[in-house]
């Protein structure tokens, strides 16, 4: 490929949900492969990689919320910066899934009171079967009022880790790269991969 002088897209993506959900071992997971039981449950962090994304290199930027979310204006300062969010529960703990509906509401808020907000629901743990409290059609009836996908995830054991970061992206990406009006009779954007196996996402 020509080398090209465009600068790298940035995918600010955020991490909300109770204390406790597994948004840190989610992030940790994508970005070090690793699972980790006991990361210090009030620290936030912002994580940034290479990422190619069907054929593009792009970088992700993920941002892991913690306790400082308890200030109402914290929080719509990280929601303003934010570009696609992972609303992450713990499905053995229902009380994290009422949570987010809070949280939901403010992210709606904060980006100009719009309808639809690049978001995935993310219930996590799900290797915990045996405790699990919030069953899939709960969740997916939440999402579908909210007009997002819902994601299934275990931390501890990788399932579909990757696949809720990269979809993100895919979810935010036509935000970013805005199709001003072809017209009736113009082509479809080329921007999403034109085969199969160019569809792919991979930490660089
Ligand atoms: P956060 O407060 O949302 O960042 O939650 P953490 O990532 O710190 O996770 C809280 C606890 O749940 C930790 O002990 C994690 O190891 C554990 N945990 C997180 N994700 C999973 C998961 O998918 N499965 C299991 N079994 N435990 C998890
Ligand atoms: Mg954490």
Known sequence: MAASNKTTAVYRLIMVGSGGVGKSALTLQYMYDEFVVDYEPTKADSYRKAV????????????????????AAIRDTYIRS???????????????????????????RVKNGGTNIPAILVGNKIDLAERRKVTLDEAEQ???TWSIRY?????K????????????????RPFKNPVRDPGPAAPRPTKSP???????????
């Open 52 to 71: 190619m994304l069907d054929g593009e290199e792009v970088q992700i930027d993920i941002l892991d919320t913690a306790g400082q979310e308890n200030y």
């Open 82 to 108: 934010g570009e696609g969010f992972l609303l992450v529960f713990d499905v053995t703990d229902a009380e994290s899934f009422s949570d987010l509906t809070d949280l939901y509401e403010q992210i709606l």
């Open 142 to 144: 939440k999402a579908r």
């Open 151 to 155: 994601i299934e995830t275990s931390a």
């Open 157 to 172: 054991t990788k399932h579909n880790v990757d696949k809720v970061f990269c979809e993100l992206m895919r979810i935010v």
């Open 194 to 204: 034109k085969t199969k196996k160019d569809r792919k996402c991979i930490i660089l």
